[in-house]
């Protein structure tokens, strides 16, 4: 709050492949008018900038009507991003992004300050200012992002370490298989993304589970094969939007909604616990979903806890690379899969507790889950430049 009694705020965006997200940030970290708008990433570099601008003069706008004094601009954006501001290489997803003088495109739109970074940086100094880092009082910590890729941010005493250029971080592309690995983005191939990010995962289901994980009425067991419902297992993690993934949550009260239902385990003809309405959804998806694999998981199917146990894995294979070349203890896991919580972070910390050295285990490696979901990157790119001023 200043003397005149109207409140500053930051505007701050979170460029991904597909979706904009756009919200102005209050110094204690509120965001409001948070909304998304199409990337539109193919219609190349001027439209992408013209749609930032647009959303520049709209936002200062409406930050005038709400009582809001704009302060500047705040972006991450996918791809790399060195000190200047400058967006120093990104992939095809955004063509022409390469060479973008990001910060300063932004500082001309509004004649304010502005800030640019990674998303996977901002999105760290979200959970940093704001969310699991905060609410846990860590000041150290590596964050990593699974999602299309794998992306990563090193926080070290409150601070991004970025390394020589700024692009510390990029951990999905650290190689985990050299001969015969799976093809990258990069360009390279053995990349950890290829085997860990939830594009890899998908490719994962649908090596193992091509028919998905349920099928009605039967699929190679005797018709009828009963899926008893009696509540017995736990089943259905609150997956919020705000993606705030409560660690080992407890299932809504829909889930409590039983009934005796027909269908089969794909790979496993023993009877299991499923309430209908998510035996429902596993019917109707025929696609990579990891949802569904979870879900069908969660349920005891045999197949899907092999697949999922499989993800662990790949996935600890580079946190243990990590640890050992950082000597981290606390993780914070985001992206979408964050919203899998204790279910899946527990099975990737016991692989990494089996694979680590003792010298490295100190008082413990710990996974957490992110838990600010769309509003991390926002708030994070605000973050970075409100404490700047
Ligand atoms: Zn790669």
Same mark, same amino acid.
């Given at each position: 709050m200043n003397g005149s009694g109207t409140r500053d705020a930051v505007l701050g965006f979170d460029l991904g492949g597909t979706r904009i997200k756009i919200g102005l940030v209050d110094r204690e970290g509120t965001v409001h008018r948070f909304r998304t708008v199409p990337t539109d990433g193919a219609k190349g570099k001027e439209h992408l900038l013209s749609t930032l601008r647009e959303a520049c003069h709209t936002a200062g706008r409406e930050a005038s009507a709400q009582g809001f004094r704009l302060l500047g601009t705040g972006i991450g954006t996918a791809g790399f991003v060195d000190g200047s501001g400058r967006v120093a290489y990104a992939t095809e997803?955004?063509?022409?992004?390469?060479?973008?003088?990001l910060r300063r495109e932004l500082e001309s739109a509004t004649d304010l300050p502005a800030v640019a970074l990674n998303d996977v940086h901002a999105m760290a100094l979200g959970e940093l200012w704001l969310g699991t880092a905060a609410s846990l009082g860590l000041r150290s910590f590596v964050c990593v992002a699974l999602g299309t890729g794998i992306g990563g941010c090193i926080i070290e005493d409150g601070r991004i370490f970025g390394g020589r250029d700024g692009h510390a971080g990029g951990f999905g592309h650290q190689i985990v298989m050299r001969e015969g690995g799976i093809p990258c983005g990069c360009g390279m191939s053995g990349c950890w993304e290829s085997y860990a990010s939830v594009n890899a995962l998908k490719r994962l289901i649908d090596e193992r589970a091509p028919q998905g994980f349920f099928e009605a009425p039967?699929?190679?067991?005797?018709?009828?094969?009963d899926v008893v419902a009696d509540g017995g297992t736990p089943i259905g993690e609150?997956?919020? $939007? &705000?993606?705030?993934?409560?660690?080992?949550a407890d299932r809504g009260?829909?889930?409590?909604i039983r009934t005796v239902a027909h269908a089969c385990v794909h790979g496993d003809d023993t009877r299991i616990d499923v309430p209908t309405g998510i035996l429902r959804g596993m019917q109707a998806?025929?696609? $990579? &979903?990891p949802r569904v694999l979870f879900d069908a998981a969660r349920a005891g199917g045999r197949l899907a806890l092999e697949i999922v146990d499989e993800y662990a894995a790949r996935v600890a294979a580079g946190l243990v690379n990590l640890i050992h070349t950082l000597n981290a203890g606390d993780f914070i896991i985001g992206g979408a899969i964050a919203a899998q919580g204790d279910f899946l972070l527990a099975r990737i910390a016991e692989r990494v507790d089996r694979q680590i050295m003792p010298v490295y285990r100190g008082s413990g490696i710990r996974l957490h889950a992110a838990s600010l979901g769309d509003h991390a990157g926002v708030a994070g790119a605000a973050f970075s430049l409100l404490r700047q001023l």
């Open positions: 997803n955004l063509p022409g992004w390469t060479g973008t003088e039967a699929c190679g067991v005797e018709d009828g094969a609150d997956r919020g $939007a &705000d993606s705030t993934a409560h660690m080992g009260a829909d889930d409590d998806s025929k696609t $990579a &979903d």
